[in-house]
């Protein structure tokens, strides 16, 4: 399982890495989550629907209206 804080360009390149590197090295697929307040929310709404479309295909999960407030080896605390 893999945790990504941040619904920007950034986290949404590293989820579509690790989902690629984990197609690329045949490993099993794993569980990626990202959480963020809103997605690529600096972007227009078309742009950032088909990011978010590309990564729901490649079963990313994007939890919107998260705030992480502390991140510990193993968990992470949210505001909500």
């Not at 963020?36 to 590309?54: H, I, Q, W």
Request: hydrophobic share 40%.
């Amino acid at each position: 399982s893999v945790a990504i804080i941040g619904g920007g360009p950034a986290g949404a390149e590293i989820a579509g890495n690790i989902h690629s590197l984990c197609k690329k090295v045949r490993l099993i697929s794993p569980e990626i989550n990202l959480y963020c307040d809103r997605f690529m929310s600096r972007f227009s709404s078309n742009f950032s629907s088909l990011v978010k479309k590309s990564l729901i295909e490649k079963n990313v999960r994007i939890n919107e209206l998260f705030s992480a407030t502390d991140i510990e080896q193993g968990w992470i605390r949210f505001d909500n």
